[in-house]
């Protein structure tokens, strides 16, 4: 039977109500920033501004298109910080507990690796990959212009960042405590 009482411990719990609002918090902030009307003017001018999109009708249609941003889905909308972002924090918590890089590699090929700058890299891209799955539905595929199903995927990747920094680098700090009490 496993030990339950070593997960509930008042240190865990604390542990977690920082750590889980201090994302939110991060997350929230990253998605008021990437979905802010400033970003939304500069990919307008940059559209207006590149000759590619001045083809019959086309820059009209991706104009309308990108300035539906600001209505979009990210979880900076709600009340206070928002009640998706606080879910979509511990979606993607739970996500990276599920879906570990070395896990996933000991899985398909059979050997284990520890490299913990290739998991820094490759574990946020790999899981950021089924929120944003999931979410396309959501998007109203045939409204939205490829740049802001690219800047939804940045938001993902940036908060799976922002997630794994929080949730790992914080576990790191008490490695290093264990090894200093030892």
Same mark, same amino acid.
């Given at each position: 039977?496993? #030990?339950? %009482?070593?997960?509930?411990?008042?240190? #865990?719990?604390?542990?977690?109500?920082?750590?889980?609002?201090?994302?939110?918090?991060?997350?929230?902030?990253?998605?008021?920033? *990437?979905?802010? %009307?400033e970003r939304t003017l500069q990919l307008v001018q940059f559209f207006t501004a590149n000759p590619y999109f001045h083809s019959a009708g086309r820059a009209a249609r991706d104009l309308s298109t990108i300035q539906k941003m600001t209505r979009f889905w990210p979880p900076h909308q709600g009340y206070g910080l928002?009640?998706?972002?606080?879910?979509?924090?511990?979606?993607?918590?739970?996500?990276? %507990?599920?879906?570990?890089?070395?896990?996933?590699?000991?899985?398909?090929?059979?050997?284990?690796?520890?490299?913990?700058?290739? #998991?820094?890299?490759?574990?946020?891209?790999?899981?950021?990959?089924?929120?944003?799955? *999931?979410?396309?539905?959501?998007? %109203?595929?045939?409204?939205?212009?490829?740049?802001?199903?690219?800047?939804?995927?940045?938001?993902?990747?940036?908060?799976?960042?922002?997630?794994?920094?929080?949730?790992?680098?914080?576990?790191?700090?008490?490695?290093?405590?264990?090894?200093?009490?030892?």
């Amino acid at each position: 039977m496993p #030990n339950f %009482r070593a997960h509930f411990s008042c240190k #865990n719990i604390i542990n977690l109500l920082v750590r889980i609002p201090l994302a939110t918090f991060l997350i929230h902030q990253f998605s008021h920033w *990437l979905f802010s %009307r400033e970003r939304t003017l500069q990919l307008v001018q940059f559209f207006t501004a590149n000759p590619y999109f001045h083809s019959a009708g086309r820059a009209a249609r991706d104009l309308s298109t990108i300035q539906k941003m600001t209505r979009f889905w990210p979880p900076h909308q709600g009340y206070g910080l928002g009640e998706f972002s606080l879910v979509f924090t511990i979606f993607l918590i739970l996500f990276m %507990r599920l879906i570990d890089i070395p896990t996933v590699i000991k899985s398909i090929s059979g050997k284990f690796y520890s490299s913990k700058i290739l #998991n820094f890299l490759i574990t946020p891209i790999y899981t950021s990959i089924i929120p944003f799955i *999931l979410l396309l539905p959501m998007m %109203r595929l045939s409204e939205m212009h490829i740049f802001v199903l690219a800047l939804n995927f940045l938001h993902i990747l940036g908060s799976s960042y922002i997630v794994y920094v929080i949730w790992y680098f914080l576990k790191f700090f008490e490695k290093l405590e264990k090894v200093k009490n030892e």
